[in-house]
């Protein structure tokens, strides 16, 4: 089964601020990452936390609190060109990354 | 300029039939990857290269090989295909395969079998 667990679907307005979730049953890991794909596209890496904190990058924030075993995405002042899948990652030794369910973000006007 | 490039983009095929998948980088990573994406977006890794050696090989029928020539290089050869083995496959990429490398993904391969 699945050791990450995110909401499958999220919707939200555009400039909305909007946080995707991820719960994990694991540990030992090294961090969690984020990636988002757009359909039809290949995932495309957009934040790391190797450390309890947040992580910002411009519009997108990334929190991870291993004694909760939880992080989350932040995406703020949303526009249409984020409605993607948004995958929760752990990464492992040898740079293995093992893949959340996803969670399919649609942004409306 | 391409970074991980993939070929076929999209390949129909019969039951039964060996198809093969390729994938290069020029970024001059020592790492690559292939993943298998299902069709409800489950993506799981299959295969890990460093310096054309087998790193990860998870739990994948033997139909499937990965065959490295170089490090720029992970090919993917799949005998006796079945329908279940329809899927997107994506290479990727990393610099050395540390826990903190940045994966870089191709445009994935549309692989579908009737």
Redesign the interface.
Known sequence: GQSLEQPSEVTAVEGAIVQINCTYQTSGFYGLSWYQQHDGGAPTFLSYNALDGLEETGRFSSFLSRSDSYGYLLLQELQMKDSASYFCVKRDAGNMLTFGGGTRLMVKP | DTAVSQTPKYLVTQMGNDKSIKCEQNLGHD?MYWYKQDS??????MF?YNNKEL??NETVPNRFSPKSPDKAHLNLHINSLELGDSAVY?CAS?GS????????????TRLLVL
Do not use: M, R
């Open positions: 790492t409800k977006k489950f993506l799981k890794i890990s790193i990860i994506f990393s395969g540390g826990a903190g490398e940045t994966q870089y993904f191709g445009p994935g």
